[in-house]
């Protein structure tokens, strides 16, 4: 049965078709989501950045040379986020920075909303920066872009029973902390 | 299946999805050669535009604004081109140092779109050193098409990389400098000038019915410009028309320069 999201099963079909004609489409539907899990699960936005590029360049390679039948059964989704995670892994590991290390760059905020969404936004990045690399992955994956566990289990290369405790200790890890944030605020503002 | 996730968290995390910079699509497309970006460098004959995407340098245009250059580039490859400050840092040298007569530095050429005869044609024109020039018939003798002399001229007429492939050292069978796609006849002198050739004699020899020089001490003959006939000092230079001339004096051809392709089928 194909499960897949009816845009990318006609996405893979036109890349089969005709890749360079629709690959600019491919990017243009997945580069935020991309953009959002290189961000949400590693450095600045400057590597973000050139992490999905790089993250789309290997699968042009990997498109031009695979039998259009191959490409018409692709799993875009699932497939692009493998590419993006092993490549981040292989970066990660020469570049030896550490993962858990979130870079705020407020600048690049959205404008139009006021100090308050603001803050609330970094508040939920650094909590999600201090979970494990495999918990914040896998929260990630499943709440931020949205992706099924079945969906996860492929593109992390773990089984779906495993990536759902990772998303529920992360998730339990998220309100403690964020308890314990609320705390430390209220005792800091003077009654 | 239905999930234990608070609507303040689940807001919270659906609240850190970010759109990916604007630049990034046009960059991702042309790292794989789908789309391309373009920077002015300066030149002899004024300002250039150089296109290039992660295949190799796609263009070399004399246009006079960036939509006009713009619009010949999307018409010509089907792609977009933008415009950037200035071309990478690597690129820039090798080309600055191609340009300067270094052969040896390499440039990945983007020449999607054109005929196997023309990259011979090109490729062909790549061998001319900096400082001389080969007829329109010894490139088409050269890659083995001696009666081509026609289709060589339109193929250099249609090199999208001047410059870089030194499509300016090619000239008229009959001597004259002849046509330049990058801006006209006029470019042409001025670059051959600014190389070290000088097109003003080049012409007068044309015109004198002077094809070859020879040198009476080794007997060997060369075309004008060719690095060997230079070295040859006034009194030992022998001035032939053509090649058969040479031949029938008891001459043989320069192995630099093998002016026999010049005297292909015209």
């Given at each position: 049965m194909d499960d897949r999201r009816p845009d990318d099963a006609a996405l893979a079909a036109s890349l089969a078709n005709d890749l360079d004609g629709s690959f600019e489409e491919l990017v243009v539907a997945h580069q935020d989501r991309l953009f959002t899990i290189a961000l949400r699960t590693g450095g600045d936005r400057h590597d973000a950045e050139e992490l999905v590029q790089d993250t789309f360049v290997r699968a042009y390679r990997a498109l031009g040379e695979w039998p259009d039948a191959r490409i018409r059964e692709l799993r875009l989704r699932g497939w692009l986020t493998t590419i993006l995670l092993n490549a981040g892994r292989n970066r990660a590991r020469v570049k030896r920075?550490?993962?858990?290390e979130l870079v705020f760059d407020p600048g690049a905020e959205p404008a139009a909303d006021p100090l308050a969404r603001r803050d609330e936004r970094e508040t939920w990045a650094r909590l999600l920066a201090g979970l494990s690399p495999a918990q914040r992955t896998a929260v990630v994956l499943r709440h931020?872009?949205?992706?099924s566990y079945a969906e996860i289990a492929i593109a992390v290369g773990r089984p779906a029973g495993t990536v759902k405790a990772h998303v529920h200790r992360g998730l339990a890890a998220l309100r403690t902390a964020l308890i314990a944030a609320e705390q430390r605020e209220r005792e800091e503002i003077p009654a | 299946m239905t999930e234990m996730i608070d609507p303040a968290t689940e807001a919270g995390l659906t609240g850190l999805r970010e759109p990916a910079p604007p630049g990034l699509a046009h960059s991702t497309l042309v790292a794989v050669g789908l789309a391309d970006d373009y920077a002015v460098i300066d030149s002899p004959v004024g300002p250039l535009r150089v296109a290039w995407n992660g295949r190799g340098v796609s263009e070399v245009a004399g246009a006079v604004d960036d939509a006009s250059f713009e619009a010949r580039f999307q018409a010509r490859t089907g792609r977009t081109a933008r415009r950037r400050d200035a071309l990478p840092v690597d690129l820039a040298r090798k080309i600055e140092r191609r340009l300067a007569g270094d052969r040896r530095v390499r440039i990945d050429l983007d020449?999607?779109?054109?005929t196997p005869f023309e990259q011979a044609v090109w490729r062909k024109a790549l061998e001319i050193p900096r400082g001389e020039v080969r007829p329109y018939g010894w490139i088409a003798t050269e890659i083995g098409r001696p009666r081509a002399v026609r289709a060589v001229g339109t193929a250099l007429g249609h090199n999208p990389v001047p410059l870089i492939v030194p499509c300016h050292r090619v000239v008229r069978s009959d001597g004259l400098i002849g046509q330049y796609s990058l801006g006209g006849p006029e470019n042409k002198r001025t670059i051959l000038a600014d190389e070290g050739a000088d097109p003003d004699e080049l012409e007068s020899l044309a015109r004198a019915g002077v094809r070859f020089f020879g040198s009476d001490t080794t007997h060997i003959y060369c075309m004008p410009t060719c690095r060997d006939a230079r070295r040859v000092t006034g009194r030992h230079l022998v001035r032939f028309p053509s090649a058969k001339a040479a031949s029938a004096a008891g001459y043989r051809p320069c192995l630099h320069c093998r002016p026999a392709g010049a005297i292909a089928v015209a």
């Open positions: 920075v550490p993962t858990t931020v872009d949205g992706m | 020449l999607r779109g054109s």
